[in-house]
């Protein structure tokens, strides 16, 4: 309402404008409520610089190994240009005035321009804004990536629309490296935009990894070229319920642009039961007393084409997914089905299991992650994987999602020397009142008794949104903006981030950032975002 | 997916489908799951007749006292056709043979297209779909409405994209006259846009009643003629967060084309903070101890300005808000604001209140329904009112909210021979597991020990989505489809609709529906539409 006033008639006033403003306004609070997630040091002054859309430019600096033709930083500042200036439309009114222009300059140490970001990615920068000029130095094209988002968020507008933006010094980098969200297309199918969109407003809060956990019992979405049956008879439906693997790619790539990894889940050997659809002979045949009982239960781990299927499958799926992880599940399974069917007692006896289904289940484990393995693919699995055997030399990075002493768990891991992620208590597809974002803010990853090296091994977190009561409907206020609750967990200093009263002025601020950017991120309490969503 | 491809090579084979179909499946299940809420009676056969849009009209039967002109039933005719054919485009392809008509005949037996729907307007309609022609039968045309939205969710797809529907007789009308949702438009602000959707999935669930809770402590969003400043000093933008004598008079419009009533609600003499900001000495200045603490509670009780500020403000409502009955609130009024106040306790002696502020509140209340009764409105109070004091004579309508056994106090209002509205059992911005539809379904409301008149006096029950933690972000999906599971509750025979787990499919049925129609609601559990939500 403001902005369009002051196109409409303020248009030819505004540098009178920027005189008065900057006579009377130049002392007064300034309106930004800052960054979210909080940089690890944030020094800003109540000096500030006008900006105008057609006088801002970006500019890679004359030391950057990086240089115009990056697609990566090409493409954010394709992006960021309307995050910066929201209200700007680009009809470009005639203007008898020459702002003074503002350059937001970009200098990376490394040309990584074409590259996917990894495990061991930097992502620190530093960004300095002073009165016409902004530097922003960084390692890697994803931590100037991470300053772009910052300094998007430093810019804000007056009653008349007008932008600023504070003289600010800003050096930082994430707690942690690994920080999540975890999106389950199997239980609902997303459309890809809903995916898509997820990832826009997961860069907005510096996560890094999408954790994509795309097959499970209800549904298999994943159109393999290996094996078409697998959704063609396992998804909802075969045509308008699959991720072909342009719309993966789609995926990938457009989280490549935000320095976002994917990492692929393909859960075995429970919650597969859609896997059984396309695939016959790859589940277990259950038993009533001593016939088939015509249902089916986990893989079935004693016959040779089990293995010689899962290594096809993951050879398809290592090529298809770049990150050098990959999640292969593990959690929950079932052994009923397992203990009724007489081939899978006769290979227990066979190999000195007894009735010891949890060596089973690790025997089935360590060979997926030996196939894995051999892919040059790094193995994230479930906690139970870990929980159930001590024969753990094959495991590497542990994800902890059972509720209680998670803490307990993440310690365990860390003492027998595995890297851990953190999930147990960031589970926000559960039911509970909305406003509770302050339990997903209050959660210290590392209050476990441990040394260094055992606290250096928790490598990070997740949000975990899992789909039985989650669609492309309810989604985004379901996940927005409590994730960023835990997003600032994970990248922000603990010291300075641990009231949530203090950060809810911030964190409003931010959910109205969201909205206005078109994020349906849910309100945390009576109140109003001076831009409303104005979706239905 | 199916439909399309029916239009690009289906198109000429199509009347031979037809021909296939009706030998391979006439005698097959039919694919409809049925009406939400259920019909009173609803006998179908699985003879079906296929519906081509091109041959499908609306027409006005020769005997009814509605013919073409009239606004109600035009206007539905329009909105119904997409909602009939929701495949269809209309860019004509040729077409080379031509479909037998369909004709939907409407009779009524009033001319009321140029009236409010109210309380006792008759919704009752029969419905007679045969091979080739539907008959709509009702006494007026928002019983026309009722059918309509009845032979909207008959209709159905088979998986090639074409049109059925099943002969069918349908007797129906509705068990309770008031069939409300409450929206809150204070705490957040919702754009019109969103109150008319919400509108539009209200009429797909047969509600009848919009309960516009306009004004409240955060904001005033009413732009009055009569007080500009209420809105102007208390909304939460004097320019974008408020509500125009426009806007207002499109809501009120949108709605009765719907055949839905506004029903606004002013509450006070509590929750009123906002109204403080635009009308000075209205409410109470608070003391601590001898002095004026600077802060104010309710609505001050004991001026004669207040009387005149109020007699003023409803006149002005009740011209704007066309509808039979007015809201007036009367709840949660903490005493404590006006037992500090000299001016009260000088007030409540005179009165021979001695230190009972229910007296008081009464007093207020009883002179806020005079005013309203003198502008011929008839008043519906919350419990509050009536539970404070045995003076209910002026008293006619009372809404039942509060928890606990919620039917003691509809027993208790229903045997001072009151009508009541029920509730309690139908908040649905509380927080709570998504998936508690059946909480919502199970709610009987005349399980009160009482005679025939006086359940005769539950006139109905009211959806509650209060605005604390709710605004146009989230709204859809916490309302819909649970708010559905209390509209079938309100309207259908409560024998044959008593089993949430019967109701299932048909309710995830109806949520598909409202998918396709662009409402967000959410999913139930695991599953998936035919057609999932495309938004973001």
Known sequence: MEAARCVTFGQYLRPHFYLLLLIFLRNGPHTVEGVWPLPQTF??????????????????????????????????????????????????????????????????????????????????YNLSVSARQASLNAETVWGALRGLETFSQ?????????????????????????RGILLDTSRHYLPVKTILQTLDAMAYSKFNVF????????????????????????????????????????????????GIRVLPEFDSPGHTASWGKGQSDLLTPCYRGSSLSGTFGPVNPVLPSTYQFMARLFKEVSSVFPDSHIHLGGDEVNF?????????????????????????????????VNITSALNKTAIVWQDVFDYHELRSSLSVVEVWKGGCYLCEVRRVAKAGLRVILASPWYLDQPGP??????????????????????????????????????????????WPRASAAAERLWS????????????????DLRCKLVRRGIRAEPLYVGHCKHEYQGV
């Open 336 to 368: 009923s089905c397992w203990s009724s069917n007489p081939d899978i007692r006769a290979f227990m006896k066979k190999m000195g299991f007894g009735v010891d289904f949890t060596k089973l289940e690790a025997f089935y484990m360590e060979n997926i």
């Open 493 to 508: 200093d603990e010291k300075q981030t641990s009231s949530a009263d203090k950060a809810f002025p911030r964190f409003q």
């Open 154 to 178: 430093l810019v804000y507008q007056d009653d008349f629309g007008s932008y600023f933006v504070n003289k600010t010094e800003i050096v930082d980098f994430p707690r942690f490296q690994f």
């Open 434 to 479: 909305t406003h509770n974002w302050a339990r997903f803010y209050t959660v210290w990853p590392l209050a476990f008794k441990g040394t260094e090296e055992q606290k250096k091994l928790v490598i990070g977190g997740e949000v975990c949104m899992w789909g039985e009561y989650v669609d492309a409907t309810n989604l985004t206020p379901r996940l």
């Open 211 to 258: 954790h994509w956990h795309i097959v499970d019992d209800p549904s298999f979405p994943y159109q393999s070229r290996t094996y078409p049956d697998l959704s063609s008879k396992g998804a909802f439906h075969p045509m308008t319920h699959i991720y072909t693997q342009s719309d993966v790619r789609r995926v990938i790539s457009h989280a490549r642009l935000w």
């Open 43 to 124: 020094t800003s002054s109540i000096e500030r610089s006008p900006l105008s859309p057609e006088a801002f430019y970006f500019e890679y600096g004359s030391q950057s190994a990086a240089q115009q033709g990056c697609s990566v930083l090409d493409a954010a500042f394709t992006r960021y240009f309307p995050l910066i200036f929201p209200d700007y439309t680009g009809n470009g009114v005639l203007r008898f005035y020459a702002d003074k222009p503002f350059r937001l300059v970009i200098t990376v140490d490394r040309d990584d321009c074409e590259s996917y970001p990894n495990e061991d990615s930097s992502e620190r």
